[in-house]
Protein backbone atom coordinates (compact mmCIF):
# COMPACT_ATOMS: atom_id res chain seq x y z
CA UNK A 1 0.00 0.00 0.00
CA UNK A 2 1.77 3.63 -1.01
CA UNK A 3 1.46 6.37 1.00
CA UNK A 4 -0.73 7.94 -0.41
CA UNK A 5 -3.41 4.84 -0.35
CA UNK A 6 -2.91 4.25 3.30
CA UNK A 7 -3.35 8.38 3.88
CA UNK A 8 -6.85 7.73 1.93
CA UNK A 9 -7.41 5.05 4.77
CA UNK A 10 -6.74 6.75 7.57
CA UNK A 11 -8.96 9.98 6.14
CA UNK A 12 -11.80 7.87 6.12
CA UNK A 13 -11.46 6.19 9.24
CA UNK A 14 -11.12 9.94 10.88
CA UNK A 15 -14.56 10.76 8.90
CA UNK A 16 -16.05 7.84 10.41
CA UNK A 17 -15.55 8.53 13.67
CA UNK A 18 -16.08 11.70 13.58
CA UNK A 19 -19.36 10.96 12.41
CA UNK A 20 -19.94 8.96 16.06
CA UNK A 21 -22.20 11.11 17.90
CA UNK A 22 -21.46 9.34 21.32
CA UNK A 23 -17.64 7.70 20.89
CA UNK A 24 -16.49 6.02 23.48
CA UNK A 25 -13.52 5.94 25.43
CA UNK A 26 -11.13 4.06 22.75
CA UNK A 27 -12.85 5.78 20.24
CA UNK A 28 -11.69 8.94 21.29
CA UNK A 29 -8.50 8.14 21.93
CA UNK A 30 -7.99 6.43 18.03
CA UNK A 31 -9.66 9.84 16.86
CA UNK A 32 -7.15 11.71 18.65
CA UNK A 33 -4.19 9.65 16.78
CA UNK A 34 -5.99 9.70 13.56
CA UNK A 35 -6.08 13.93 13.85
CA UNK A 36 -2.53 13.30 15.00
CA UNK A 37 -1.33 11.00 12.27
CA UNK A 38 -3.27 12.67 9.23
CA UNK A 39 -2.45 16.34 10.20
CA UNK A 40 0.06 17.48 7.86
CA UNK A 41 -0.97 14.91 5.49
CA UNK A 42 -1.83 15.80 2.30
CA UNK A 43 -5.75 15.40 1.78
CA UNK A 44 -7.24 14.02 -1.70
CA UNK A 45 -10.13 15.62 -3.14
CA UNK A 46 -13.23 13.39 -3.58
CA UNK A 47 -15.85 13.73 -6.79
CA UNK A 48 -19.00 14.35 -6.28
CA UNK A 49 -19.87 10.32 -6.30
CA UNK A 50 -17.87 10.12 -4.14
CA UNK A 51 -19.39 12.45 -1.95
CA UNK A 52 -22.76 11.09 -2.47
CA UNK A 53 -20.92 7.87 -1.60
CA UNK A 54 -19.91 8.89 1.42
CA UNK A 55 -23.60 10.66 2.01
CA UNK A 56 -25.62 7.66 1.67
CA UNK A 57 -23.04 5.46 3.48
CA UNK A 58 -23.40 7.41 6.95
CA UNK A 59 -27.38 8.39 6.14
CA UNK A 60 -27.72 4.01 5.73
CA UNK A 61 -25.09 3.85 8.88
CA UNK A 62 -27.56 6.78 11.01
CA UNK A 63 -31.42 4.49 9.98
CA UNK A 64 -32.32 6.85 7.35
CA UNK A 65 -32.46 10.18 5.98
CA UNK A 66 -34.39 11.94 8.87
CA UNK A 67 -32.12 10.51 11.31
CA UNK A 68 -29.11 11.36 9.75
CA UNK A 69 -30.68 15.17 8.94
CA UNK A 70 -31.74 15.48 12.79
CA UNK A 71 -28.51 14.38 13.96
CA UNK A 72 -26.85 17.05 11.89
CA UNK A 73 -29.04 19.93 12.67
CA UNK A 74 -30.02 19.81 8.65
CA UNK A 75 -33.02 20.18 6.63
CA UNK A 76 -34.69 16.64 6.11
CA UNK A 77 -35.75 18.52 2.74
CA UNK A 78 -32.42 20.07 2.11
CA UNK A 79 -30.84 16.36 2.66
CA UNK A 80 -33.39 15.31 0.10
CA UNK A 81 -32.17 17.92 -2.10
CA UNK A 82 -28.88 17.32 -2.24
CA UNK A 83 -29.29 13.57 -2.59
CA UNK A 84 -31.48 14.24 -5.73
CA UNK A 85 -29.40 16.71 -6.91
CA UNK A 86 -31.67 20.08 -6.85
CA UNK A 87 -29.45 21.92 -4.49
CA UNK A 88 -25.42 21.47 -4.05
CA UNK A 89 -23.73 20.85 -0.60
CA UNK A 90 -23.59 23.19 1.36
CA UNK A 91 -21.29 24.55 4.38
CA UNK A 92 -23.47 22.19 7.23
CA UNK A 93 -23.84 19.43 5.24
CA UNK A 94 -19.85 19.78 4.04
CA UNK A 95 -19.26 20.33 7.47
CA UNK A 96 -21.30 17.24 9.36
CA UNK A 97 -19.18 15.13 6.41
CA UNK A 98 -15.87 16.26 7.32
CA UNK A 99 -15.73 17.75 3.90
CA UNK A 100 -14.67 21.08 2.32
CA UNK A 101 -15.03 22.66 -0.73
CA UNK A 102 -12.31 23.11 -2.89
CA UNK A 103 -11.67 24.90 -6.33
CA UNK A 104 -9.36 23.43 -8.70
CA UNK A 105 -8.40 24.55 -12.10
CA UNK A 106 -6.54 22.33 -14.79
CA UNK A 107 -4.63 24.58 -17.52
CA UNK A 108 -6.08 22.82 -20.95
CA UNK A 109 -3.55 25.17 -23.02
CA UNK A 110 -0.43 23.29 -24.74
CA UNK A 111 2.58 24.29 -22.88
CA UNK A 112 3.97 25.12 -26.63
CA UNK A 113 1.66 27.90 -27.36
Do not use: F
Request: proline residues 6%.
Amino acid sequence: MTDAERCAVLLEELTELRAVVRPSPGQRDRLAELERLTAKAPRPTLSLADLYARLRREIEAAGGQQAWARAHGISPTVLNDVLTARRDPGPTLLDALGLRRVVRYADVRSSAT
